[in-house]
């Protein structure tokens, strides 16, 4: 008894497992699932990015219902870097790249029997139609510009990802998740140009520096020599304003000379005098300058000794 | 896989003993060959069914972090489900499944999209006469002109379940977005500022916009360190260098007007001190010699006023002879025998004046001009 109960319960484990591989399928959360009955699509899931339902599923089993599974990551797509004009005639090379999923799994099933490669294909031309609409339509200042008004980068990104999103959902059951510029570039001829015209400004530049570095020069000389004067100007003032209070004091103290202005006369001349024949002096003096008054009493007195 | 096998085994087990009833010595056999055998069997299974749950046994290396997804689904998105590095068990496939996530090490994206062709060996090729866009990357600029930029970023997952499971190739998305920032970000710089004056602000914007896609991109992923790379086209190297030469110039001129403007300064300020200082000694000097006359004056007012004659035919003649003393040539011309002064013509050469004298004479004349005394 106890031994058939447990081969009952064995068999029916194995029933169940073998009932679960053949009713049932699992939907990882990285792919989508396509249910086909008599090889006509009819339910798929986890499509909705905002609403994952992976796990497991029901279906009946082979050959009435076959699961088709495809990979739900969002994809890189990279566009060929191609040639196109600007609004304002410009020749540009521009290369887009793409995060794309696959969205209806029953269309991208039809239109490409789920092979990748063959939708990257029709999703390449169908970016670079857009592509070169949007460029068109912008001069080339909307793509490089140091004005954050006139810098439309990130609008022709949207502009070009919003021209593809509808028909991409629509005709190849792709999402487009994001879109961007992955190349920038000038035609080949065009890049030898550039760099002549940037020679001659970096020689513009070097002139530019040149000049500003002299007149900086210059002012620094010329604001020093003001700062010199003015300094100089004031110690002037100072010396001339030292001079006029010594002046007074001086003044103040010759006052005293009045008790006996003739005696501070003599006694200037006297000085003066002093003063005048320190040096280099040749006097010439007559006899009856005193002392030499003397001698004219000597030269009276001479005569009448001689005769 | 190995389930239909078991099944049979089993299903065969039950109806056994129906037969064994039978007296035949044969069968007896069978059935005992029978019974050895499901024994066998049995044995197998049950080392399967240990294989089966032994190989759910893994190990997550370090610097790793595994989720494990049963029937397909994480039950919810959090970092608590991540499996750290270790031993773990988890069901085998049809079950659960696990994916290894390279979490705690920091990964490392190079944008080259603007950077020239490089040799496969690391060499850099000659710069050609332009740029052959096939082969060789570079940015615009805001002003139309060309520069190469590199930018190299780390990066850490920090939402591993998003960036493993959502993207097929998460790394190359990310390289897509930090190049559309690169090219993004220097169409908003001069060439100037891109490659010389604002590099760390171009930096700063790579990183922005970058930062902004991947979050909008939700690849679960946070910016770490960055270096930038930018340099003008090898082309016009010469004329980048020149004017850093002009600039190097320019700033040894002024570093030399600086210096000559600080000692003109401090010239003119050493000069004003001595201004004022001579100023100030003059002022010492001439209120020396006032108060030495006065008192001079004051000690001979008495003489004076005693007898004024004799003091001053005493002063003069002393002074007379100090003058006299002095005095390097001395003519004393006797009157003439009429007793009449005699008339004397005296013909004047100037002197050349010798250095020293000049000197010594101005000197003089300028400690006195200031200070005049007032008569």
């Known amino acids: 008894m106890k031994r058939n109960t447990l081969t009952f319960t064995i068999g029916l484990l194995l029933v169940l497992i073998f009932g679960a591989l053949l009713f049932m399928f699992q939907v990882r959360q990285t792919e989508v699932a396509l249910v086909t009955t008599f090889g006509k699509p009819t339910r798929d899931y986890n499509t909705d990015p905002n609403k994952p339902e992976p796990g497991l599923k029901v279906k009946w089993p082979w050959p009435i219902q076959k699961v088709q599974k495809f990979d739900k990551r969002i994809q890189n797509f990279e566009d060929k870097f191609s040639e196109t004009q600007t609004h304002d005639g410009k020749n540009v090379l521009v290369a887009v790249y793409a995060g794309w999923t696959i969205s209806n799994p029953k269309l991208f099933r039809e239109r490409f029997t789920g092979s990748i490669p063959r939708a990257e294909q029709s999703l390449g031309n169908l970016i670079s139609d857009a592509k070169y609409a949007v460029v068109g339509k912008h001069p080339f200042s909307h793509f490089i510009s140091t004005n954050p008004q006139e810098l439309k980068f990130a609008q022709i990104e949207s502009e070009i990802e919003s021209r593809i999103k509808d028909a991409a959902q629509a005709q190849y059951g792709i999402r487009i998740n994001f879109l961007g510029i992955k190349k920038l570039g000038l035609p080949e001829n065009i890049t030898q140009k550039v760099f002549d015209r940037m020679k001659e400004e970096r020689g513009r530049v070097v002139a530019g520096i040149k000049a500003q570095g002299d007149s900086e020069a210059n002012k620094i000389i010329s604001a020093a020599d003001r700062d010199r004067a003015e300094i100089l100007s004031k110690a002037d003032a100072t010396a001339i304003e030292i001079h006029g209070k010594a002046e007074a004091e001086a003044a103040k103290a010759y006052e005293i000379f009045e008790k006996n202005p003739e005696l501070a006369l003599f006694l200037k001349k006297i000085d003066t005098l002093e003063q005048s024949t320190k040096e280099r002096t040749t006097l010439i003096l007559d006899q009856r300058t005193p002392p030499f008054d003397l001698l004219d009493g000597l030269q009276k007195t001479a005569p009448r000794k001689n005769p | ?375």
């Open chain 2, 1 to 375: 896989m190995s389930e239909p096998h078991d099944h049979h085994g089993h299903d065969h087990e039950a109806p056994i003993p129906a037969p064994i009833s039978v007296e035949d010595s044969g069968s007896q056999a069978l059935s005992e060959a029978l019974r050895s055998s499901f024994g066998i069997v049995k044995i197998i299974m049950f080392v399967l069914v240990i294989v089966f749950i032994g190989s759910g046994i893994f190990t997550v290396p370090p610097n790793q972090k595994a989720v494990v997804l049963r029937f397909g689904k994480t039950s919810s998105a959090t970092r608590e489900q991540l499996l750290g590095p270790g031993l773990h068990w988890s069901w085998p496939y049809p079950i659960d499944e696990k994916v290894f996530i390279p979490i705690s090490e920091i990964q490392t994206v190079t944008s080259s999209v603007g950077w020239y062709a490089i040799n496969p060996d690391g060499t850099e090729p000659q710069a050609g006469q332009s740029l052959n866009p096939a082969l060789d990357g570079y940015a615009l600029t805001a002003d139309g002109n060309i520069i190469h930029a590199r930018v190299t970023l780390d990066y850490q997952i920090t939402d591993p379940i998003s960036y493993v499971l959502n993207f097929k190739d998460a790394k190359e998305t990310v390289t897509n977005a930090l190049d559309n920032a690169l090219l993004d970000a220097a169409a908003q710089f001069n060439v100037d500022d891109a490659v010389r004056l604002e590099r760390s602000a171009f930096k700063d914007k790579v990183v922005q916009l970058f930062s902004r896609a991947v979050e909008q991109q939700q690849l679960g992923i946070v910016v770490g360190s960055s270096k930038l790379e930018s340099i003008p086209p090898r082309q016009v190297n010469e004329a980048f260098n020149a004017v850093t030469a002009a600039e190097q110039e320019s700033s040894t001129t002024n570093n030399a007007a600086k210096s000559a403007a600080s000692t003109m300064l401090s010239t003119a300020l050493s000069e004003s001190n001595s201004i004022v200082n001579t100023a100030i000694s003059d002022r010492a000097k001439l209120l020396s010699s006032v108060r030495a006359e006065s008192t001079n004056f004051l000690d001979r007012l008495p003489a004076y006023e005693r007898n004024p004659q004799l003091f001053r035919q005493l002063l003069l003649t002393e002074t007379w002879r100090k003058v006299l003393a002095n005095a390097e040539d001395k003519e004393v011309m006797p009157d003439r025998a009429d007793g009449k002064p005699r008339e004397l013509r005296l013909q004047l050469n100037r002197e050349p004046e010798s250095d020293e004298y000049r000197a010594r004479r101005q000197k003089q004349k300028a400690e006195q001009n200031p200070v005049t005394p007032p008569k």
